[in-house]
T-cell receptor, first 114, second 109 residues
Framework: DTGVSQNPRHKITKRGQNVTFRCDPI?????LYWYRQTLGQGPEFLTY????????KSRLLSDRFSAERPKGSFSTLEIQRTEQGDSAMYLC????????????FGQGTRLTVV | GIQVEQSPPDLILQEGANSTLRCNFS?????LQWFHQNPWGQLINLFY???GTKQNGRLSATTVATERYSLLYISSSQTTDSGVYFC???????????FGQGTRLTINP
């Protein structure tokens, strides 16, 4: 069991560029979640997948954000035309597809937009 | 949506002291988890405790679901216990965790 893995760990990009992050969940977990955490705050939910289906999106997920999980395994989160306000820690988590299942988080990707 | 309030927001203690962190939530839940966020940002699972009491070494947690609160106890604190502790809950019928604002714990030698 290798846990939830996220890449890259850090990303610095110029405003206006596109960035893509990857998350590999725990292998037997059907659900995959993306959260965003800004300085001094708790993580906030962005979206989640059950297998390959994206079942819920937060209003925080603007049109510039898109997430995919094409084969129900790894997921990608893309941010287009990055803005300074997108600077944050992006966290991925996974769990079994049972109500109330324990979630496990990856190391996160820290994005800095300059 | 469900509200999650953690207290205190900051706690500064000497090594060896005991501490109690509280998490109040506003609705029925089917999941409650306590996390420790390490200096690199990763959330480390401490307890999965939608109800009842659990212990793991110097740490223990109690959730009283009917009264909508949970407590995390840390005994004989060590400097390595420093960091931010988060409570997160999943409301019944929802499929996501909602986090509190965290308690920043500082243990001085």
């Amino acid at each position: 069991d290798t846990g939830v893995s996220q890449n890259p760990r850090h990303k610095i990009t110029k405003r206006g560029q596109n960035v893509t992050f990857r998350c590999d969940p725990i292998s037997e977990h059907n659900r995959l979640y993306w959260y965003r955490q800004t300085l001094g705050q708790g993580p906030e939910f962005l979206t989640y997948f059950q297998n390959e289906a994206q079942l819920e999106k937060s209003r925080l997920l603007s049109d510039r954000f898109s997430a995919e999980r094409p084969k129900g395994s790894f997921s990608t989160l893309e941010i287009q035309r990055t803005e300074q306000g997108d600077s944050a820690m992006y966290l991925c988590a996974s769990s079994l597809a049972l109500s109330g299942s324990e979630a496990f988080f990856g190391q996160g990707t820290r994005l800095t937009v300059v | 949506g469900i509200q999650v309030e953690q207290s205190p927001p900051d706690l500064i203690l000497q090594e060896g002291a005991n501490s109690t962190l509280r998490c109040n939530f506003s609705d029925s839940v089917n999941n409650l988890q306590w996390f420790h966020q390490n200096p690199w940002g990763q959330l480390i699972n401490l307890f999965y405790i939608p109800s009842g009491t659990k212990q793991n070494g110097r740490l223990s947690a109690t959730t009283v679901a009917t009264e909508r609160y949970s407590l995390l106890y840390i005994s004989s604190s060590q400097t390595t216990d420093s960091g931010v502790y988060f409570c997160a809950v999943e409301r019944m019928g929802a499929q996501k965790l909602v986090f509190g604002q965290g308690t920043r714990l500082t243990i001085n030698p």
